[in-house]
């Protein structure tokens, strides 16, 4: 696929998803890109990035300040950006996204269920831990897929 290096490509994002008049939602939208993608967007020298320098963002309500220190790394129209290295890269394109709480959802079957079995070729106990969960998308329009420029940095 091909990939774009503008921070005019996730303005028109975030534009697109704070314009939905079906379910507004301004304030939650966040923006997620692969480390690459992101120094790629800061090494164009792009007007609009604001990095954090390590300051926690209070815009981003609702997260604990360790997991804002470690992932935020900048914003763009107010909109944190966030990095994560699961997002696959493709040739030199990554995929990231743009979007709202409501854009996911997460349902749990059950939570996290811990047993132990005893495995005596081992002379031990063996701990075994199950979860059933599902997730999807759940309103379209509370989120864009990104496809942006993601080269190993050499300097």
């Known amino acids: 696929g ?38 790629d967007l800061a090494d164009t020298g792009s007007a609009g990035i604001i990095a954090t320098g390590g300051t926690v963002m209070s815009a981003f309500g609702g997260l604990n300040e360790e997991f804002a220190r470690k992932y935020v790394v900048g914003s763009i129209a107010g909109t ?4 994560d290295v699961n997002t696959a890269i493709s040739t030199t394109v990554a995929k990231g996204g743009c979007f709202t709480k409501k854009a ?17 070729s081992l002379r031990g106990l063996e701990m075994v831990g ?22 190993a940095p050499t300097s």
């Open 2 to 39: 091909t990939g774009t290096r503008s921070v005019g490509y996730i303005n028109a994002a975030i534009a697109n998803i704070r314009g939905n008049t079906t379910e507004p939602d301004p304030d939650s939208c966040v923006v997620v890109v692969h480390p690459f993608s992101y120094n």
């Open 80 to 83: 944190p950006i966030l990095t």
């Open 104 to 120: 996911v959802v997460d349902a749990e079957m059950w939570g996290f269920d811990m047993e132990r079995e005893n495995d005596s």
């Open 130 to 151: 199950t979860m059933c969960y599902g997730y999807g998308e759940r309103r379209d329009t509370s989120g864009v897929e990104l496809h942006i420029l993601a080269t």
